[in-house]
Antibody
């Protein structure tokens, strides 16, 4: 059964550019016509879509975050990644990776990223 | 673009039926499929309704989805409420650029 697992730095300082990785297990990231994406949830708040990527590399980003977000895929490692530049306290959130097959059918368990000096 | 508006909270008693609405701000609700995600406390969300009214395998038929063009809204109905249904529920759709749009979420209390 396919599973997603996020990994990230945990604690980062303001203005840094953290990188998060989602490892896909139980299936190949490039074998199916799915998008792979990132969603975040600040503490006590709702869900915010960040963006997604196709295994070929084409991407879609939330316009409100587009200038700071890069999503990439490494098919050899069966992973996809998120980089978020110039972070502030407002970027403190649980970050989830998801599979998008025209609906978000698989979610990772999430990883908390805290931005603090 | 459009927004999806949900009530902040709803509450109902066990065994009863509750309906959560999701109103689209502009454009037709029928233009893009609506999904519903459930997020229990301390857990990641899961999608319980997709393509307006389809249930992924394993989701009980107590959960149902619908859309209403007259009110430009989607609804999630949960019948035979159980205490385990207490959770946050988010509606979700896609815009014409395939961007994911979430509603603000509704906290369901089963009391």
């Amino acid at each position: 059964q396919l599973q997603l697992q996020e990994s990230g730095p945990g604690l980062v300082k303001p203005s840094e550019t953290p990188s998060l990785t989602c490892t896909v297990s139980g299936g190949s990231i490039s074998r199916s016509s799915y998008y792979w994406g990132w969603i975040r949830q600040p503490p006590g708040k709702g869900l915010e879509w960040i963006g997604n990527i196709f295994y070929s590399g084409s991407t879609y980003y939330n316009p409100s975050l587009k200038s700071r977000v890069t999503i990439s895929v490494d098919t050899s490692k069966n992973q996809f990644s998120l980089k978020l530049s110039s972070v502030t306290a407002a970027d403190t959130a649980v970050y989830y990776c998801v599979r998008d097959k025209q609906y978000l059918d698989l979610w990772g368990r999430g990883t908390l990223v805290t931005v603090s000096s | 673009n459009f927004m999806l508006t949900q009530p902040h909270s709803v509450s109902e008693s066990p065994g009863k039926t509750v309906t959560i609405s999701c109103t689209r701000s502009n454009g037709s609700i029928a233009s893009n499929y609506v999904q519903w995600c459930q997020q229990r406390p301390g857990s990641a969300p899961t999608t319980i309704i997709y393509e307006d009214n389809q249930r992924p395998s394993g989701v009980p038929d107590r959960f149902s989805g619908s859309i209403d063009s007259s009110s430009n809204s989607a609804s999630l109905t949960i019948s035979g409420l159980k205490t385990e249904d207490e959770a946050d529920y988010y509606c979700q759709s896609y815009d014409t650029s395939s961007h994911v749009i979430f509603g603000g979420g509704t906290k369901l209390t089963v009391l």
